[in-house]
């Protein structure tokens, strides 16, 4: 069949992006119902949505953030990263996870990805500690948890913070528990790619009472109102760290109580589609499906296919080009952080993640998120058909 790149008849009529969010009626009454209220940003949804995700992800507590990048932000204040200190972390994520680093003074040290999934190889982790190390953040890229026993491990025996970016893992299981309690503080985002939205918004789950105090303080400017000097009078108030305003508001808190509601059938849907996929990919030549470690079940936040690009004529460019062509919105997560010009400027050289960078070479995301039809999804598995066996060896 002729490739849409080449005058072909695309294998879809309209554009299919690689994820978006499902609102419906309700999210909608209850965005409005807020707007009605006395209180749109500092009332009383906040909490109700904190005590909400805490619950569902097995913490005691839970701030919210105007976005997860201001979460993770948080995170390295509470954890007490400054100037001199060095994190941890891996290439594969978005830029978020290492930026939160930079933005405290710290120093991004990356190391190298498993081989089979593509989450930071626990086994490489001690060689990278240094005297100036003070936490770890690994994420749990695609929704696969990052294999965090081993990492608390080396966490508890070097006194390291250990921060897990669960920006795709919100529902995802590591040896049967919910993400969430298994880190010292996890964050999820609720960017609309995600797996439940608030439009931006963002927040940090941790069973440490301190950690706790320091975030809210952190989101507000780092202003206290409680253990202050009471004889100045009523009114008073105490800046005590250089804080910011990052708190979220009560219309994303209301839209994100909704969404909460419908959150398992969300990731049911994304784990059912990730099985339609691993069935639909797994004999076709010059593919590898995403390897899952037996005691995770991922939510599924995306779903990345390898290229084996020995057994195309063409690179990846061409593929992603032809499969964008057919109408199906294929993507790239993610390029290796420091391959950035921000990250080059600092002085990060190419070839230190030598697995993550050859992986990246052949890494193609395809559309997974829970309102695709039955249409959309048989679309994508005929466009990557038609696209890899036309440009097969
Ligand atoms: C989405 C994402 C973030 C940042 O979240 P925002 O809410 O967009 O600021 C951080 N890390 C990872 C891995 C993400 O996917």
């Known amino acids: 069949m002729k490739l849409a790149i080449h005058g072909g008849t695309p294998v879809r009529e309209s554009f299919l992006s690689y994820g978006q969010q499902w609102i419906d009626e309700d999210d909608i009454e209850a965005v409005v119902e807020t707007l009605r209220s006395p209180f749109i940003t500092q009332g009383p949804k906040i909490q109700q949505f904190e005590?909400?995700?805490?619950?569902?992800?097995?913490?005691?507590?839970?701030?919210?953030?105007?976005?997860?990048?201001?979460?993770?932000?948080?995170?390295?204040?509470?954890?007490?990263?400054?100037?001199?200190?060095?994190?941890?972390t891996t290439p594969i994520t978005f830029a978020a996870s290492a930026n939160c680093v930079l933005y405290v003074g710290g120093t991004p040290v990356f190391v190298d990805i498993d081989e089979k999934t593509y989450n930071i190889d626990p086994s490489r982790i001690e060689k990278a500690i240094t005297s100036r190390t003070k936490a770890i953040i690994a994420v749990d890229f695609t929704g696969q948890p990052a294999d965090l026993d081993p990492i608390r491990e080396i966490a508890r025996k070097y006194g390291l913070v250990f921060i897990e970016d669960a920006a795709h893992s919100l529902g995802s299981c590591y040896k049967g528990k919910k993400v969430g309690s298994l880190a010292d503080m996890t964050m999820f985002s609720f960017h609309p790619v995600k797996h439940i939205t608030t439009g931006e918004g963002g927040i940090i789950v941790t069973d440490d009472e301190e950690y706790y105090h320091k975030l809210k303080r952190f989101r507000t400017h780092g202003i206290i109102t409680e253990n202050v000097n009471n004889d100045e009078?009523?009114?008073?108030?105490?800046?005590?760290?250089?804080?910011?305003?990052?708190?979220?508001?009560?219309?994303?808190?209301?839209?994100?109580?909704?969404?909460?509601?419908?959150?398992?059938?969300?990731?049911?849907?994304?784990?059912?589609?990730?099985?339609?996929?691993?069935?639909?990919?797994?004999?076709?030549?010059?593919?590898?499906?995403?390897y899952q470690l037996p005691y995770v079940d991922s939510s599924w936040h995306l779903y990345v296919l390898q290229l084996q690009l020995g057994h195309f004529r063409v690179g990846r460019k061409e593929i992603f080009e032809a499969l964008r062509a057919?109408?199906?919105?294929?993507?790239?997560?993610?390029?290796?952080?420091?391959?950035?010009?921000?990250?080059?400027r600092l002085g990060y050289k190419k070839g230190i993640c030598p697995v993550a960078e050859k992986w990246y070479e052949g890494a193609l995301t395809i559309p997974i998120f829970p309102k695709m039809s039955e249409y959309d999804i048989r679309t994508v598995i005929e466009g990557v058909n038609k696209v890899l066996s036309f440009y097969r060896k």
């Open 51 to 88: 005590e909400s995700i805490a619950r569902y992800a097995g913490a005691k507590y839970a701030v919210a953030f105007a976005n997860g990048t201001a979460a993770l932000h948080g995170a390295c204040f509470a954890a007490g990263i400054s100037r001199g200190d060095e994190v941890i």
């Open 326 to 344: 057919e109408n199906i919105g294929v993507h790239v997560h993610y390029i290796p952080v420091y391959f950035h010009p921000y990250y080059q």
């Open 233 to 290: 009078g009523p009114w008073y108030y105490e800046m005590v760290d250089l804080g910011y305003n990052y708190r979220m508001t009560d219309l994303q808190a209301a839209l994100g109580l909704s969404q909460l509601t419908k959150l398992d059938a969300f990731v049911q849907k994304r784990r059912e589609i990730a099985a339609i996929y691993n069935e639909a990919f797994s004999n076709v030549p010059g593919v590898r499906i995403p």
